[in-house]
């Protein structure tokens, strides 16, 4: 049990880490370019993400459960949803922004 926590908060950190990472390449983008990217709005799926992560390992530590089951909690599943769109709809924009043809 502890061991699947350990790798369950690895997991998480990993993906909070990538997520913080691309905020950091718009910030830097906005700063360089002058071009808006919205990094500040990167907050928001990284705070979904996590309160999803919580809570699913929160599962793990309960005597019932040996290992967090994707079906079982609909909150978590509708915070990374809705993490998921904004963070692709964050990263397409600033793909968008980054690779357009300077005139």
């Known amino acids: ?3 699947r926590f350990i790798l369950g908060i690895l997991v998480w950190v990993g993906i909070l880490l990538l997520q913080l990472i691309l905020m950091a ?3 830097f983008f906005e700063k360089t ?4 990217t ?3 709005l990167y907050i928001l799926p990284i705070a979904l993400f996590s ?3 919580l809570s699913y390992l929160s599962r793990i530590i309960h005597p019932n459960n040996t290992w ?3 079906m079982g909690d609909p909150w978590a599943n509708m915070a990374l949803f809705i993490a998921t769109l904004v ?3 964050l990263g397409s924009l600033l793909h968008e922004q980054m690779m357009a043809e300077k005139t």
């Open 51 to 53: 309160i999803a992560a």
């Open 33 to 36: 370019s002058g071009q808006r």
């Open 1 to 3: 049990m502890i061991l």
């Open 25 to 27: 390449i718009a910030r």
């Open 68 to 70: 967090p089951d994707f």
């Open 87 to 89: 963070l692709y709809s």
């Open 38 to 40: 919205w990094y500040k």
